[in-house]
C-alpha cells in the first residue's frame, strides 16, 4: 500500500507557465516533506523541502505548499523552463520512520 | 562538495558472477543508503547504514550483501542475482540517519542476463 502518491504520471506546460505537481499522502504521521528533480540517468537531486509547522517554502522559482487536513502538497515551478523538464519526486517521513516513503513520480515536459 | 560517486555506471553480469557496486561520499555524512529503482517506479529503500553500522534491512535476499568499510565508503556486493534484479542502484547518504536531505549519486545500471 502506497503512502505516498503522485496521481499524474506526466504534465506538459508552455515554457514561462506555472507548472503545478501534486502530491497526496495517506499517513497522518508524516511531518517532513521533500522534492526531488531526476534526469534520465542520473540520481535524484534534492529540491525543496518543507516541515509540517509550515505550510508554504519558497526557494527562487520553486514553491512548495503544504494542506495538511488534505493530506496534500504541491510544487509550483513558476516561470517554468524547458531545463525544468525531468521527473520530479516527492517523498515524507516522519520521527522514528528512519526512512522517506516516495511516489512514483510525474514526469514534467516543459516545451518551449 | 555535494557529490555522492557510484561505479561503475553500467554492469553486466550473469547470473553466476560475483560482483561489487562502490560508492563514496566526502561531505562528513554519517548516514549512507543503498536504493534500487525499476523504470516508472520510485526509489526502493534497500538498506540504511548510520555511523558505518547497519541499521535497515528491508527484507533484502541475501543475494545482496552491503559493506560500510568507512564513513566515506559503501559497497554493496551481489552474487547469483536474478534477471528481475536488473535495475538502477543508487546509492544516497544524509548528515544523519532520519529526516535529513538525502543526496544522491548518479546510480549503477545494472542488467543481469
Known amino acids: 500500500d502506497q503512502q505516498v502518491k503522485q496521481n499524474s504520471p506526466s504534465l506538459s506546460v508552455q515554457e514561462g507557465r506555472i507548472s503545478i505537481l501534486n502530491c497526496d499522502y495517506t499517513n497522518s504521521m508524516f511531518d517532513y516533506f521533500l522534492w526531488y528533480k531526476k534526469y534520465p540517468a542520473e540520481g535524484p537531486t534534492f529540491l525543496i523541502s518543507i516541515s509540517s509547522i509550515k505550510d508554504k517554502n519558497e526557494d527562487g522559482r520553486f514553491t512548495v505548499f503544504l494542506n495538511k487536513s488534505a493530506k496534500h502538497l504541491s510544487l509550483h515551478i513558476v516561470p517554468s523552463q524547458p531545463g525544468d523538464s525531468a521527473v520530479y519526486f516527492c517523498?515524507?517521513?516522519?520521527?522514528?520512520?528512519?526512512?522517506?516513503?516516495f511516489g512514483s513520480g510525474t514526469k514534467l515536459n516543459v516545451k518551449p | 562538495d555535494t557529490e555522492v560517486t557510484q561505479t561503475p555506471k553500467h554492469l553486466v553480469m550473469g547470473m553466476t558472477n560475483k560482483k561489487s557496486l562502490k560508492c563514496e561520499q566526502h561531505m562528513g555524512h554519517r548516514a549512507m543508503y543503498w536504493y534500487k529503482q525499476k523504470a516508472k517506479k520510485p526509489p526502493e529503500l534497500m538498506f540504511v547504514y548510520s555511523y558505518e553500522k547497519l541499521s535497515i534491512n528491508e527484507s533484502v535476499p541475501s543475494r545482496f550483501s552491503p559493506e560500510c568499510p568507512n564513513s566515506s565508503l559503501l559497497n554493496l556486493h551481489l552474487h547469483a542475482l536474478q534477471p528481475e534484479d536488473s535495475a538502477l542502484y543508487l546509492c544516497?547518504?544524509?548528515?544523519?540517519?532520519?529526516?535529513?536531505?538525502?543526496?544522491f549519486g548518479p546510480g549503477t545500471r545494472l542488467t543481469v542476463t
Open positions: 544516497a547518504s544524509s548528515q544523519f540517519r532520519g529526516y535529513y536531505e538525502q543526496y
Open positions: 517523498a515524507a517521513s516522519a520521527p522514528n520512520f528512519n526512512k522517506f516513503y
